[in-house]
Each structure stands twice: as C-alpha cells, then as structure tokens.
C-alpha cells in the first residue's frame, strides 16, 4: 500500500529543485490517508471474512502531508514513500508472492501520476525532483510495468492491483524519456518457450482462467483523480463502499456473499462517475490486465438500508405497512411512522401499504432488497 | 410435502444465438441465492415464491425485475428495447461540406504546428450551411471520401453513411469552440455502412459526439455497451466469440478488431493469434488489425517474424488508427520493442506522433483529437507571439500560469490587478523571471488558459503611461523608449490584429520588440509599482 501526497522537491515542498518545479505540481491533500484506509480494510475486515486466505504481509509506506488525518495503521507500521523504500519493498513483495502460487496479492498505489499511452500508469513518489537523482524518472514507479512483470507462472495467482492516480499527459517527458528511465519496475520474467500463433499462456502452465491480475486505473488517459479536500480520495471512497459490501452478492461458483471481479468492475466504474459528477468532475476508471472471474472479498450478508416513502405526505397517520419476506414470513419490528426506514437482510419481500379513510387504498409492491440501499415511493393516494 | 411451482416465461427484446450463449438470464430466489441461470431457454418452472430476474439488455444495460411466481400459473416478464428513437431522428439534410482526402488527416497525425493552421479554415462554417448553423453552432467541416453526411435540424444528431468500398472513415465536426476528429466504424457491408453521432459541446465549450451504431449491428453493440457499463467480463466473453464471427464471416472487421483490442487489453491476445492474422490479411485497410498483429508478432522468438512486426507497425502508423485503443498499443510497441534494428525509425515515427498525441483523446472508444480554436488560432503565424526565447523552462511558465490562474484569476480579479498583485506578492519570482519570462508568461496564460489579455487595458497605470496612437508604429515607439512590458504587450495585441506590417516589418518588429524586453523591464516596474 502506497500513499505519496507529500513532496520534498515540488515548489510548495521542504526543499524545491528546478526537477521539482519541472513537474508543474503541487503537494496533495489525501492520498496518504486514503492508502492508509485502504490497509486498515484489509488489516480489519478482509483479515476477519476471508480466513481460507488470511492476510500474511502488509507493507504500507506513506509521506503525507502536514496536517493530513492519516489513520492509525493496524498492526504495521508505515515507512516513507521514498523511491529506496518503495524498491525494498517491492523487492519483499515479488518475493513474498513466489512462496505460493494460490495466494492472493493486493497492491494500491496513490500519489501524482503521469502517463505515455493510454494503458500506462506511473506514480511519482515522495523523493521525485531529489537532486541526487540522474534521471527526471528516478523517484517514480511505472506500476503498470510491474503488474505486467508479475503476470507469470512462479508468483501468486491472484492479483489486484489498483492506480489512485492522475494519468496526465506530458509530452515533453515523453520527447525526453521515452524508454522511461529511471521509474521502478520489475525484471519481466524470462518468456515461456513457444512458437507464436499458437494458443499460450503467459501464465505459464496454468490454466487461461486460473490466473487472474486486473489492474484498475483510478482514472482514464489524461484525466485527473478527484479527491474530498482532506478526506479520502473519490476512487479510494467507491473502492471500500464496493469492497464493504455495496455490489457484494452470492453466485453459483460461490454461494458465499462476495465482491467478485466482475462486480468491483462494475461498481467502480460506476461509483466514481456518480461521485465525481456531484463535485461537478468528470473522471472513469480504467481496467486492464489479466482479466477473469476471482473472488475479491467474501463477507457476510450485509444489511441493506430500506426507505419507502409515503405519497402524499398527509397519508401517513391513515396508513400502515406489512414487509413479507418471500412473500410469506413477516419481517418483525418494523418501525412505525413515514417514511418507513430500516435496515434488514437482502433478499425479496412483498410490501404491502394500507390506507384507511379517506384514502382507502391497499398497494401491494415487491422489493429487490440489494446492497447497499433501496429507495421506494408508494402512492396511495 | 411436495412444492408447488407456476412458470416463469421471459421475453426478450432480441432473439440473437450469439448474445443469448454469452448474456445469461439469472433467476435469484428470496435469499439472492442464484438458483437458475438462462441461456436460449425461456421459460422455467419454480417453486411459488419471489423471485429476481436479471438480465443484460445487448445495449449493455442490465435490467432486474422482481416477480412473484404463483402456483399453477404463468408469470411473464418483459425486457423493453432501448427506445431507437435516437437513431430515426437524423432527417435526411444533404451539407454541402469542405472536400477533404485521407491526406489531410494524415498530415493532422504529424508533429508540425503548420498542420494546425489548417483547421483553421475550418473554423468558419460554408455559406450553404450557415442557417442550421446558425441554431446549433455545430457543423460539418470536413468528411473522409465515399461519405452522405445529414443533420438533423437542430444540428446535435449528424448521420453518417459509407456509399463506396470500405475504408476508413471519419469527420470532421466544427462549432466555433473548436474542431473535433473523430474515426467512425463503418465498413461496407449493408449493416455496418451506417451510424449516427449525437453531438454536444460540455459546459467548457468542448465538443462531445457519441457513435450510436445500427441496430442490426447487434454484437457490435453489445461489445460497445459491457464495456462502457463496466462488465468486462461479459464484454471479454463476447469478444473471445465475436472475433472469430465478425472476422471469419467478414461480417463486421471493426467490431472484430475491437474484439481484439479488447483481447489485447485483457491480456488474451496470444490466445487469438489467428484470426488476428486473418484480420490483418482480409482487411488491411483497417490500421487497427496491423498495429494487433504486429502486437503479436512482438513476442515472437523469429527475429523475420518480429522484423514483419516492426513493418506492420511503420505502415499501420502513418494515419490515425480507429480505435484509441488501438493509438495505445501502437505508442507502447514503438517505444518498447523487443528489437533493436528499426530503433532509428520508430523514435523518428514517435516524433512524428508527438503532435497527435497532444490533442488525442485517450478516453473515447474511437480515435478522437480535438483542437481549441485558441490553440488553431495560436497557431496561425499572423497572430503575434511574444519573445519564445524566454531562457525560463516552460514547466515552470506553466505552473506559474496555474497559480495565476488559481490564485486570482478564478476569483474574478480583473488581469491588470492580477499582474499587479502577483508582482507585490511574488516580486522575486518576477526578477527572476526578467522581462521576456513575463513575455513569455502572458503567452501561456492567454493560449493554455484563454485569459483575455485584451483587459490589460483596465491596468490603472496605463492611461497615464501611454498615450496610444492609432499608427502602430507611434505606439512601437513609445513602447521602445520606455521598455515597460506592459505597454509591449499592449501593443502585442494590437500588433496582432494588425495589418499594417509587411513581413519584413514584421521580423523588424521582433526584434526590436525582443531588445525592448532585454532593456530595464525590472527596473520600470518596479517605478510603475513604486507609483
């Protein structure tokens, strides 16, 4: 876990350099609290739901900035995001995934980013701009580079990786480094023999669909990546809301409530959109790499908020409500008074409103109860 | 007890073999349990009880319905059709249009700022066209060769139809904001020569078009949507089928290369090596299938297979690619190809991209690039540019432009207390920056931030320092003898919607204007502050 909002060599840092201001960017305000948040999830609830595969390391290395509410960390400590730290780290990371092939890895990245085309993600780290270095790149990490680099047989066989960064354009980097010098990356494994134009696995040996290594990129190409002054970043927000349960549910290859692949997918794309276009932003999550269905995170069910709201309004002392579960079992405690709000199990009820005189009317509606909420209008009137 | 069970009958809004085999229909019971999944089926029969019905429309879309199943009876459900009504509502307008060749858009994909300046003769509309025009601010400025162009009449919806051989095809969309490129995905066959754009221009005054293809491209659209909606592996599941279908049948080769792309994308191209190769083969008109199978080739171990990539790549980059996808991967082959032989030649086509690259749209689907009309007019050699010998990185021009920006500008301050205020705040940055920097700034803040210089007029100093003359040369020399940057970029503006000056006056006024920076810029400013 990776979280750079602060930066020595930048204009507004401790110590500025003509590399720093050549960055044309400025400190942020949460991407450390959001990487924090992120280890806290996997340190707390993935660690107590998902004990077929608990969680065995965590590396967390942050630089926030001054006066950023960085959480306290469960049970590890941060380093600094330097560019030697992030190295070292890595280094254990590619080594820790070797040890067995059926462990899950997760890897989240946050900080400035920067990109060539319209797949690649590099994230600058908190030493970018230091006057010791020999190459603009030097304190960066070409992440996309390394998900490619641990696409292979000999590393863990499931992998999430996620790019909380900008993905903006610079074209006089890309005149000046085009090779991309300098950025952190991973030796790419030594390629399977084969003849091309014959079907292969990069994966090795193993089945197509038994190695899956998504890549999700906070942002498209050449957009930047919103943030709540402060708080959390927009993608870091829709990644727990969607990991905690928001697009969670059973299937037949698992019958255990879960986030899956697929759903994140779906609700990241989806929950960014909806978040940045309240700030009145535009941003798209972008997903790559090697795609196939896994299980992110099991959980169990989650309890769904429920509000019916009572048209018109003056109904509501003439009107009551009953909640059958399937139809048949009757949900107990449902609190009185409109709008009838209550957090009950997922699932499918049969709801039925009665009004007395002078409204006179009986409505009968059935709910789809579904993470992570349901909002209903009921009209007697 | 035995349970008692009723019929659950679904209707669909399309009967396709393909879509049905890949878009399940999934029945969930009271607990969200999935308990059925559909395929061609449609009907079934369930236990009495709630139910959850879900479905993906082939627009992408998906759709739940709850149902109750009774005993003894049949409960159907319906899935509607997204309404088509986007795609009736193109009439049948002919525009008269500018006549444009695959060569001009090549030329765009070069890396010379003249090639700039052609758009803007785009920039204005053609007299045939000016009165719907006149209600949109949308035009048609410029069509690839074998396209009928309508508009509908409130000129948001243009459709666009391939009446010869299949060829790349694209538009050149214009409003006075600026000009948009963007490839379509037609080819010839009766299905596929078609597609509509609803053309919009966002809050910023920048040009949005959205391709609606035909609704008998029924896979195409179906790829388009999942991925649009996020469900990639549905979409992925699709593309694995649809690239030997659209390909192999010719059916479709644009939604067969982006199935490739997707493909490629996803990590899944080894695994479609051959009808990558048959795309390439079949239809080399499409850049996107050479830059796939030069992808390919890449990972060979046969240095003559990879030596075919590398040719496959210099040819599928001299135009612009179909899909943006498509730029992507061409961008990463050259700089990462696993071959030095060639290296010289990629670097120079990289080069040679770096313009494209610049105003391409990473984000769309299909390939876009979209020049401001700022950027076209900045680029037209008419228009005045103050000193470009500036000695400070245009980083931190950039940057200093931003903080302006932020800082004052965004707070409605007009510019020339802006100046001001940023000089008495920042008055280090301002020595350091020497009077061509503040040249060079005042560039940056009116072509990447469109900050209208125009109102450097309201600088409260000015009338007592100039009185200015209609004869530009009059104001030249007032300019000249007090060096003040102001007043040079005053009549920078003038000079700029003048035309007065010959060529050779104009170079002689470069570099006087240049050697009136070099003079005690600082030092009159500071007197002016002083004041």
């Known amino acids: 876990?990776?979280?750079?909002?602060?930066?020595?060599?930048?204009?507004?840092?401790?110590?500025?350099?003509?590399?720093?201001?050549?960055?044309?960017?400025?400190?942020?305000?949460?991407?450390?609290?959001?990487?924090?948040?992120?280890?806290?999830?996997?340190?707390?609830?993935?660690?107590?739901?998902?004990?077929?595969?608990?969680?065995?390391?965590?590396?967390?290395?942050?630089?926030?900035?001054?006066?950023?509410?960085?959480?306290?960390?469960?049970?590890?400590?941060?380093?600094?995001?330097?560019?030697?730290?992030?190295?070292?780290?890595?280094?254990?990371?590619?080594?820790?995934?070797?040890?067995?092939?059926?462990?899950?890895?997760?890897?989240?990245?946050?900080?400035?980013?920067?990109?060539?085309?319209?797949?690649?993600?590099?994230?600058?780290?908190?030493?970018?701009?230091?006057?010791?270095?020999?190459?603009?790149?030097?304190?960066?990490?070409?992440?996309?580079?390394?998900?490619?680099?641990?696409?292979?047989?000999?590393?863990?066989?499931?992998?999430?990786?996620?790019?909380?960064?900008?993905?903006?354009?610079?074209?006089?980097?890309?005149?000046?480094?085009?090779?991309?010098?300098?950025?952190?990356?991973?030796?790419?494994?030594?390629?399977?023999?084969?003849?091309?134009?014959?079907?292969?696995?990069?994966?090795?040996?193993?089945?197509?669909?038994?190695?899956?290594?998504?890549?999700?990129?906070?942002?498209?190409?050449?957009?930047?990546?919103?943030?709540?002054?402060?708080?959390?970043?927009?993608?870091?927000?829709?990644?727990?809301?969607?990991?905690?349960?928001?697009?969670?549910?059973?299937?037949?290859?698992?019958?255990?409530?879960?986030?899956?692949?697929?759903?994140?997918?779906?609700?990241?794309?989806?929950r960014v959109q909806e978040i940045a276009h309240a700030y009145g932003k535009k941003q798209h999550v972008e997903t790559n790499g090697r795609w196939g269905k896994a299980v992110v995170h099991r959980l169990p069910p989650p309890l769904v908020?429920?509000?019916?709201?009572?048209?018109?309004?003056?109904?509501?002392?003439?009107?009551?409500?009953?909640?059958?579960?399937?139809?048949?079992?009757?949900?107990?405690?449902?609190?009185?008074?409109?709008?009838?709000?209550?957090?009950?199990?997922?699932?499918?009820?049969?709801?039925?409103?009665?009004?007395?005189?002078?409204?006179?009317?009986?409505?009968?509606?059935?709910?789809?109860?579904k993470p992570p909420t349901v909002d209903r209008d009921v009209e007697v009137g | 007890m035995a349970a008692r069970h009723g019929t659950l009958e679904i209707v669909m809004p399309f009967e396709s073999p393909v879509l049905s085999r890949i878009l399940p229909i999934e029945i969930r019971d009271q607990r969200h349990a999935l308990v059925a999944t559909l395929r061609a089926e449609r009907a079934i029969k369930l236990p009495e009880g709630l139910y959850s019905i879900s479905a993906v429309l082939d627009s992408g879309e998906r759709v739940t319905k709850p149902v109750h199943v009774k005993y003894r009876e049949a409960t159907v459900v319906h899935f509607q059709a997204e309404d088509p009504a986007v795609e009736r509502q193109c009439t049948s307008l002919v525009l008269p249009m500018q006549q444009a060749t695959n060569a001009f858009v090549s030329a765009l994909f070069s890396d010379q700022l003249a090639d700039e300046a052609m758009l803007a003769d785009l920039l204005q509309p053609s007299d045939a066209s000016a009165d719907r025009v006149a209600a949109s601010k949308i035009w048609v400025a410029a069509a690839s060769p074998g396209l009928s162009i309508s508009q509908s009449d409130d000129g948001h919806m243009i459709h666009a139809r391939l009446e010869a051989d299949s060829r790349p095809s694209w538009l050149l969309i214009a409003s006075p904001a600026g000009v948009l490129y963007r490839t379509l995905p037609l080819s010839s066959d009766p299905a596929c020569a078609e597609c509509t754009l609803v053309v919009r221009t966002d809050s910023a005054g920048k040009l949005e078009a959205k391709v609606v293809l035909a609704p008998e491209r029924r896979i195409g659209k179906a790829l388009h949507g999942l991925i649009e909606t996020g469900k990639l592996g549905l979409g992925v599941d699709l593309a694995r089928a649809a690239i030997h279908l659209l390909a192999g049948d010719h059916a479709d080769p644009i939604s067969a290369a982006y199935s490739g792309l997707l493909l490629q994308r996803f990590g899944l191209l080894e695994e479609h090596a051959k009808p990558i190769e048959n795309l390439a083969r079949d239809f080399p008109w499409i850049p996107d299938g050479l830059i796939l199978l030069a992808a390919v080739l890449s990972l060979s171990r046969r240095p003559a297979q990879v030596r075919r990539g590398h040719q496959l790549l210099m040819e599928a980059t001299r135009s612009s690619p179909i899909f943006a996808d498509a730029f992507s991967l061409a961008l990463a082959l050259l700089?990462?190809?696993?071959?030095?032989?060639?290296?010289?030649?990629?670097?120079?086509?990289?080069?040679?991209?770096?313009?494209?690259?610049?105003?391409?749209?990473?984000?769309?689907?299909?390939?876009?690039?979209?020049?401001?009309?700022?950027?076209i007019a900045a680029s037209v050699p008419a228009i005045a540019v103050p000193d470009p010998a500036s000695e400070v990185h245009p980083d931190v021009l950039r940057w200093l432009a931003e903080v302006i920006v932020k800082r004052y500008v965004s707070h409605g301050i007009p510019f020339g207390q802006i100046l001001e205020q940023f000089a008495a705040d920042n008055r280090s940055v301002v020595e350091h920056l020497g009077l061509s920097g503040v040249a060079a700034l005042l560039h940056v803040l009116r072509a990447d931030h469109d900050v209208d210089l125009g109102a450097l007029t309201a600088w409260p100093l000015m009338p007592d320092t100039y009185q200015f003359s209609e004869d530009l040369e009059d104001n030249v020399e007032a300019v000249r003898r007090d060096g003040s940057a102001v007043g040079i970029a005053l009549v920078a503006d003038q000079f700029g919607s003048s035309s007065q000056l010959s060529p050779a006056e104009e170079a002689r006024w470069r570099s006087d204007y240049r050697e009136a920076f070099e003079d005690g810029y600082i030092e009159g400013f500071e007197q002016h502050l002083g004041n």
């Open chain 2, 335 to 375: 700089r990462r190809w696993p071959d030095e032989d060639g290296e010289a030649e990629r670097q120079a086509r990289l080069e040679a991209l770096t313009g494209a690259i610049a105003h391409f749209d990473f984000t769309s689907t299909l390939a876009t690039m979209q020049w401001s009309s700022t950027e």
């Open chain 1, 305 to 369: 908020r429920l509000k019916v709201n009572l048209l018109p309004s003056q109904a509501a002392p003439f009107t009551s409500a009953s909640l059958l579960r399937n139809a048949k079992t009757p949900v107990r405690r449902i609190p009185k008074g409109w709008p009838l709000i209550t957090d009950i199990d997922p699932g499918i009820y049969l709801l039925t409103v009665t009004a007395k005189a002078p409204f006179n009317s009986s409505v009968e509606d059935i709910l789809d109860v």
């Open chain 1, 1 to 270: 876990m990776i979280g750079v909002s602060y930066y020595e060599h930048f204009p507004d840092g401790k110590a500025p350099t003509e590399l720093g201001y050549r960055w044309g960017m400025s400190q942020l305000s949460c991407a450390a609290r959001s990487a924090a948040e992120v280890a806290n999830w996997l340190a707390t609830d993935y660690s107590a739901n998902n004990p077929q595969r608990p969680l065995q390391t965590l590396r967390v290395l942050l630089s926030p900035v001054p006066g950023e509410k960085v959480p306290p960390l469960r049970g590890v400590s941060p380093r600094p995001a330097t560019s030697a730290n992030v190295a070292e780290a890595l280094r254990e990371f590619v080594d820790d995934c070797k040890r067995n092939p059926d462990d899950v890895a997760f890897v989240y990245v946050a900080g400035h980013g920067v990109q060539l085309t319209g797949h690649d993600a590099i994230v600058l780290l908190s030493d970018v701009g230091s006057p010791r270095h020999l190459a603009v790149l030097d304190g960066a990490i070409n992440v996309t580079a390394c998900h490619s680099a641990m696409s292979h047989a000999d590393t863990a066989s499931t992998q999430f990786w996620f790019v909380d960064a900008c993905r903006l354009e610079r074209s006089d980097i890309v005149r000046e480094f085009a090779t991309l010098k300098g950025a952190i990356t991973i030796d790419l494994p030594v390629r399977q023999s084969r003849d091309e134009l014959e079907p292969a696995s990069r994966a090795g040996d193993r089945p197509e669909s038994s190695f899956v290594s998504p890549i999700f990129l906070a942002t498209s190409s050449q957009e930047t990546a919103w943030a709540n002054e402060r708080e959390r970043s927009v993608f870091c927000q829709a990644l727990l809301e969607s990991l905690r349960g928001a697009m969670a549910e059973p299937d037949g290859a698992c019958p255990d409530w879960h986030v899956s692949t697929y759903s994140l997918a779906e609700r990241l794309k989806r």
